[in-house]
């Protein structure tokens, strides 16, 4: 018979933060490292630590992102620190405190945030751990780190990814400000 075939949309959709700020973090090893894509080759993080996030220690340990308005949060994919000596001193966050605002001043936790696993500390690194966000409505996510693999005050992350829901119409067909257009033509968006 024929075959049918069709394609459907995920439920969610990449995003990038605007912004990521910390409490504390090492000469090169910024904030802004777990947003930017460096160490990442495809969807596979590196060991290099300059790649990373890494805290100074001073308590409490926490980093922030910023976007650029107000999103309907669906996950959050994290690759945990992965530097060469993670299995043996663990810096990576462990049990973690993840807070949604609107405004960045009044906080909401989310519920049910899995433990961070661990990272390898091996090149090729998939990410391990996901966080159901809920839907939250967003524009800042903050990441309390309250433990760490190897019990230490300083804490890490290699990389996040965040996924929102869609809620408004979008990429309409044909194009918005399309000249030449016949009369009769089909009108499509997502």
């Known amino acids: 018979g024929r ?15 605007a912004a990521a700020t910390a409490s504390s973090a090492q000469a090169g090893m910024g904030p802004e490292k777990t947003i930017d894509g460096s160490g990442m080759t495809g ?25 650029d308005k107000i999103y309907k949060l669906h996950e959050l994919k994290v690759w945990n620190s992965n530097g060469p000596v993670e299995p043996y001193i663990g810096f990576g966050a462990k049990q973690v405190t993840v807070e949604t605002s609107l405004d960045g001043t009044t906080w909401k936790a989310v519920e049910n945030v899995p433990e961070f696993a661990r990272g390898p500390g091996k090149p090729s690194y998939a990410a ?5 966000l809920g839907g939250a ?54």
């Open 3 to 17: 075959i049918w075939s069709c394609t459907v949309e995920p439920y969610g959709y990449p995003i990038k933060p």
């Open 43 to 67: 969807d596979l993080h590196g060991t290099e630590a300059t790649t990373m996030w890494t805290s100074t220690g001073a308590l409490p340990n926490w980093i922030q992102y910023q976007f």
């Open 128 to 132: 391990n751990t996901t966080v159901n």
């Open 137 to 190: 409505e967003a524009k800042y996510v903050r990441l309390t780190v309250n433990t760490t693999w190897g019990g230490l005050n300083v804490s890490g992350l290699a990389e996040v990814q965040f996924t929102y829901a869609p809620l408004q119409a979008r990429a309409p067909q044909p194009a918005n400000g399309a000249t030449g257009v016949s009369v009769d033509t089909s009108l499509n968006w997502r």
